[in-house]
């Protein structure tokens, strides 16, 4: 009989990720830091207005706040009364009279209406001179009202929210000058295998460069993590349970690439079946299949494929939505679309397909021709994935689910 490990089962992978997502809970610790620096981290509590925006009735246009009644019809002359630039609080607006405003101007109390400046004609005369209005008017236009953006004590942005750029500013809005966030996770990273060079090294005899690596560190560091990176571990079973433990002390996740699928002889499963425990999945996708996860004292492990589009797929699919999870987020898998495929696949495989695809200017999309998972020159090119049922052929013109890049790279 042989000695050889028995092939663990297939499963798909939305039974993976939930397998995984059971696994991990979050870390349940935060900090504050200013909002200013808060960019791609995770909220920990809610952020609540304390006030309403905008804070009263402003006008959205340069031009004349005025009461829509003292306009009977176009060509009404109206003496102007005040001047009112932003961040000025005109008087008590006058039946009969124009204010001069301008954009984000608060609207004189008793004014129901602006004007815009290209429907107006000044008119020189006494003070502030006249308004000649050549436009019908109706009450409310081009105001903005108090509160129609943001009304006080709402809760603007959840916990759990990853806030980007436009939620940043929205907090400034409504005044947070900080912002409670959950801790980074920090990320222990490291490869194995003896036949792995640094760029810059000589690449002798049956080396190659450690891409996953550089891959790998990228897509930690976008999403946010604290990277620990050992480096390159020798192949060497007491080399690899020591960067192990060194790993596990200093983080919350433990990542590898390579090494790890049935049949390999190397150090890495071993070495994690001696310092904790590990399971082997094979997944049912292309690229991708091999996938072993566990843990290594308090630290959870991942071990990814080692082709590179392979490492790099499957981070996307499987440990971005474990890393969202140990920061709290509570949007843990990317949207998609539906577009117009503008290639054809006659032959898919059995296994569910993420093909590397990018945007043509036609609205339809286009395949990088080598669907190789060791040609990383297509992640890339592309501007993301059509994730394809397994079994499923695709022609010119059929509607496929495309996940951007820009849903899974932070």
Known sequence: MSDAPRRPPMQSLDEALERLLLRVAPLGEAETLPTAEALGRVLA???????????????????????AADVARPGTLLPVAQRVPAGVVGALHQPGTAARIFTGAQIPVGADAVVMQEQCEAVPGDGLGSVRVNAEVQSGQWIRRQGEDVRRDSVVLAAGHKLDAAALGLAATVGAAQLTVARRPRVALFSTGDELV??????KPGAIYNSNRFTLRG??????????????????????????????????????SGGVSVGEE????????????????????????????????????????GNPVSSFVTFLLLVRPVILRLQGATRLTPRRFALRADFAWPKPDRRREFLRVRLNDGGGLDLFANQSSGVLSSAVWADGLVDNPAGAPIAPGDSVSFIPFSEVLS
Not at 53 to 65: K, Q
Request: net charge negative; proline share 8%.
């Open 45 to 67: 509590a809610d952020v609540v207005s304390a006030l309403d925006v905008p804070p009263a009735d402003n006008t959205s246009m340069d031009g004349y706040a005025l009461c």
């Open 198 to 203: 640094m760029p810059g090294d000589p690449l």
């Open 219 to 256: 897509l930690l560091q976008g999403l946010g993590c604290e990277v620990v990176d050992l480096g390159i571990v020798p192949d060497q079973l007491d080399a690899t349970r020591a960067a192990l433990r060194e790993a596990a002390s200093q983080a919350d996740l433990i990542i590898t």
């Open 266 to 305: 190397d150090h890495l499963r071993p070495a994690v079946q001696a310092e904790g425990e590990l399971d082997l999945w094979q997944i049912a996708i292309k690229p991708g299949k091999p996938l072993a996860c566990g843990r290594v004292g308090q630290a959870h492990f991942v071990g990814l494929p």
